[in-house]
Nanobody, 114 residues
Framework: QVQLVESGGGLVQPGGSLTLSCAAS????????MSWYRQAPGKERELVAS????????NYADSVKGRFTISRDNAKNTVYLQMNNLKPGDTAVYYC???????WGQGTQVTVSS
């Protein structure tokens, strides 16, 4: 079955950086677009970034453009989210997702605080 395992979250100061990873299995990763979402306390889950099958097309939410970079390694069935210049407003649980499946991983907590 589809499995998504996110990792790499943690506590970071404002202005800091983190790189999230998502290991995927249970589907043909190299032919699947992938996305990162996040959900802050008391808020709806929101789309942060998406990437096409070979990485040629990448889209970002306005709130993270210029600070976050989505990438993928099809040989490792892994999608990444490089996050720079983090702000307190980026605090959330981050999830990866294959748009073709209604499956979510456990997420990884990112907390930006001094």
């Amino acid at each position: 079955q589809v499995q998504l395992v996110e990792s790499g979250g943690g506590l970071v100061q404002p202005g800091g950086s983190l790189t999230l990873s998502c290991a995927a299995s249970g589907f043909t990763f190299r032919t699947s677009p992938m996305s990162w979402y996040r959900q802050a306390p008391g808020k709806e889950r929101e789309l942060v970034a998406s990437i096409s099958t070979f990485g040629a097309i990448r889209n970002y939410a306005d709130s993270v453009k210029g600070r976050f970079t989505i990438s993928r390694d099809n040989a490792k069935n892994t999608v990444y989210l490089q996050m720079n210049n983090l702000k307190p407003g980026d605090t959330a649980v981050y999830y990866c997702k294959n748009p073709s499946y209604d499956t979510w991983g456990q997420g990884t907590q990112v907390t930006v605080s001094s």
